[in-house]
């Protein structure tokens, strides 16, 4: 059962080298489940036992289902489609030196740049083309060995292993072609989405590297692929989102993008998209003010993405405690200062969760004087006031080029996450919560 569900999840990760992709094989994922896919643009008509999902931006998606019955409130799942890479300029063919046409690019979150080097690599995302009178959004995945970002040899700079960090203008821009003359890239990606050059109009594009994702040790118990952060959990949620019997709670997956730059776009968990859409959901159940306030009231958010584990030659780098390792189950992620959202309530809920589906579950904080990043929960928060877990999978190499999981906790995460979207979601008088 676990070699099959990672074998799925290498699939998706494949099939989604762009923040788009990864939302469209979403979205192509709730229709297949019989989802209906509703415009921001339109009205909204909700039939009680309806499913239904909506999306802003081509790479942010929120699905949902209503109950039968009595609705208590929303229960709520974020991860995010974007991952760290290399975005193409507008104009990105350059002249360079050697007889050498290379690609324009400019780091999007923050990647360990070294290791996109020396590796075959291509480009996908989204273009936007002329229809007539219209513009249309595209889909572009040029699927072959198209690039590298060759390294400067270590005979011509003998203290190459000794540097750390490189400049993105001269050491990041990829080899696309012998020659000086630029023309051709333009050319490919107008052919990729079947357009003529004078209608594609501009584009949304990313570096993504070539090598398919795979298993690792004698028993195939480890994953390393690209895009793991937050693919990872996008898939899982998802899993267990669709696989959920239904509760008194509305079960609500929603995965944003532009989470690796800060979230604060359109599209990101700093916009007004999750509460827009509980707002709508709301409004179509024919709800008054006091009825929505107190369904949110009633409300709770898994903020899932990934999580750090102890490093096999770097254990210094984790909190003596709190120290997530490779295939101990699910992490519940802590900070002081709320860069992650999880309190002792939340802690408590999330936990029981995980007891019901009867998945391990792990801790991490960052070591004290090391401060980390933060994430959705805090993000969304800040818009929808109400509690939140912070949660991920532990991962290695989080932001290189090829990253490493555990498959037993990809399985993990499904089944708690089945579970909790099948439950129901109160709050008590005395401050508890029940699930």
């Not at 050059?197 to 118990?221: C, I, N």
């Not at 999750?274 to 958010?301: C, K, M, P, Q, Y």
């Amino acid at each position: 059962m676990e070699q099959t569900l990672a074998r799925e999840l290498l699939d998706f990760l494949d099939a989604s080298p762009s923040c788009y992709h990864a939302a469209a094989n979403v979205a192509a994922a709730l229709e297949q489940a019989g989802y209906r896919h509703l415009m921001e643009f339109e009205p909204w008509h909700l039939e009680r036992g309806g499913a239904y999902y909506v999306m802003r931006g081509d790479s942010t998606v929120a699905a949902f289902r209503i109950p039968q019955g009595p609705v208590r409130g929303f229960l709520l799942a974020a991860g995010h489609s974007d991952s760290p890479t290399l975005k193409l300029r507008q104009e990105a063919e350059t002249a360079s030196p050697g007889n050498c046409l290379r690609l324009s690019v400019e780091p999007y979150g923050g990647g360990i740049w070294r290791s996109w080097l020396d590796r075959p690599l291509s480009v996908a995302g989204r273009v936007m083309v002329r229809d007539g009178d219209a513009i249309r959004s595209r889909l572009v995945n040029i699927d072959r060995d198209l690039l590298v970002i060759p390294s400067v040899a270590i005979h011509m700079d003998r203290e190459v292993n000794k540097k750390g960090g490189l400049d993105p203008a001269r050491d990041l821009s990829p080899l696309f072609a012998e020659g000086s003359e630029p023309g051709r890239f333009r050319a490919m990606v107008a052919d990729c989405a079947g357009v003529s050059e004078a209608d594609l109009l501009s584009t949304e594009l990313f570096l993504y590297p070539r090598t398919p994702g795979t298993l690792l040790g004698p028993d195939g118990d480890l994953i390393a692929a690209p895009r793991l952060d937050d693919l990872q959990c996008v898939f899982a949620c998802l899993r267990g989102f669709l696989a959920a019997e239904p509760g008194e709670s509305i079960p609500v997956l929603c995965v944003f993008n532009n989470e690796e730059v800060g979230s604060g776009t359109r599209q990101g968990a700093d916009s007004t998209f999750l509460s827009d859409v509980l707002s709508r959901i709301s409004g179509g159940l024919g709800w008054d003010s006091e009825t929505a306030h107190a369904a949110l009231g009633n409300s709770f958010l898994v903020s899932a993405d990934n999580a750090h584990a102890v490093h096999p030659a770097h254990p210094e780098y984790a909190d003596a405690g709190e120290r997530p390792v490779l295939g101990g189950g699910i992490v519940i992620k802590y900070s002081a200062a709320q860069r992650y959202t999880t309190d002792a309530l939340s802690a408590a809920l999330f936990q029981r969760v995980c007891e019901l589906a009867e998945v391990p579950v792990q801790r991490f904080s960052n070591r004290p004087d090391l401060p980390g990043g933060s994430t959705l929960g805090n993000i969304s928060s800040a818009h929808l006031s109400i509690p939140s877990v912070d949660i991920g999978l532990p991962q290695l190499a989080m932001h290189a080029s090829c990253e490493v999981a555990s498959v037993r906790d990809t399985q993990a995460l499904v089944r708690a996450m089945t579970v909790y979207f099948g439950r129901s979601f109160r709050r008590l008088p005395d401050g508890g919560a029940a699930i």
